[in-house]
């Protein structure tokens, strides 16, 4: 015995169906399950400017669900840095579209020539939507203000060496393991004044590992961190 469908929502019984109709669950209303949401609306600062030092973490949260936020955890990371900086803010939020301001205690230090991946995050907040808990911003410092500055540090893929040299001059670019092992050695002519050299064609595990220089007026070796990716 087969049921058939018809069009003016009837029902009958027959042995042949040449159409059946299918339930419109579009016009259903829609199953609201979300009662806790706290939104990472925008990073305030920092903003763009020519000139970077220690800069202040601002966020501002917005309370999208039907709870309120008697207080709320807030994180920030740059340039996937770990361990991130963790803080509790005690701001209330009250539900349905209140928003507040509030900034890190910890300033990032953005003072070295370079592009700073900035992401603030929201943690353990008991969120029901996780999927606006976070933001991200790219901030590029282009002023040369020390003579040697290698970034990032701690890096994944690129090491990128920014010099501001008196001289042109011709550097042996090395590095080495904590046991003198070479991994990677090339040598690079650098003019007067800003450089930028940029190392990506090695393979290396995650490990502290020594970035040797050395050229006319440069005779340095500074601890790099390789980490995951």
Same mark, same amino acid.
């Given at each position: 015995?087969? =049921? !058939? ?10 042995? /042949?169906?040449? =159409?059946? /109709? ?22 305030? #600062?920092?903003?763009?400017? /020519? ?8 966020? @501002? ?44 205690? #910890? ?28 933001? #991200?911003?790219?901030?590029?410092? !282009? @002023? ?75 005779? #340095? ?9």
């Amino acid at each position: 015995m087969e =049921w !058939i469908y018809k069009k003016d929502n009837s029902v009958s019984q027959g042995s /042949d169906c040449a =159409w059946i /109709d299918l339930i419109d669950f579009a016009q259903s209303s829609p199953v609201n399950y979300i009662q806790s949401d706290l939104q990472l609306a925008r990073i305030v #600062t920092p903003i763009k400017k /020519d000139k970077y030092g220690q800069e202040t973490i601002t966020v @501002r949260v917005l309370n999208l669900g039907k709870d309120i936020f008697n207080g709320f955890n807030l994180a920030y990371a740059i340039n996937n840095h770990f361990p991130p900086e963790v803080q509790y803010f005690d701001n209330q939020v009250i539900p349905y579209g209140d928003s507040v301001t509030v900034s890190f205690k #910890t300033k990032a230090d953005l003072s070295k020539y370079g592009i700073y991946n900035i992401v603030a995050y929201g943690v353990d907040n008991k969120d029901d939507y996780i999927f606006n808990d976070s933001l #991200t911003v790219n901030i590029e410092n !282009i @002023r040369i203000t020390e003579t040697l500055g290698v970034f990032p540090n701690p890096f994944s893929d690129n090491l990128t060496v920014y010099i501001n040299s008196p001289v042109a001059d011709k550097l042996h670019i090395s590095i080495t393991n904590v046991s003198g092992v070479k991994f990677y050695e090339v040598e690079k002519d650098i003019i007067i004044g800003k450089n930028s050299i940029t190392i990506s064609d090695f393979r290396l595990i995650p490990s502290i590992y020594y970035l040797n220089i050395q050229g006319t007026t440069i005779n #340095t070796t500074i601890p790099v961190l390789k980490t995951d990716k």
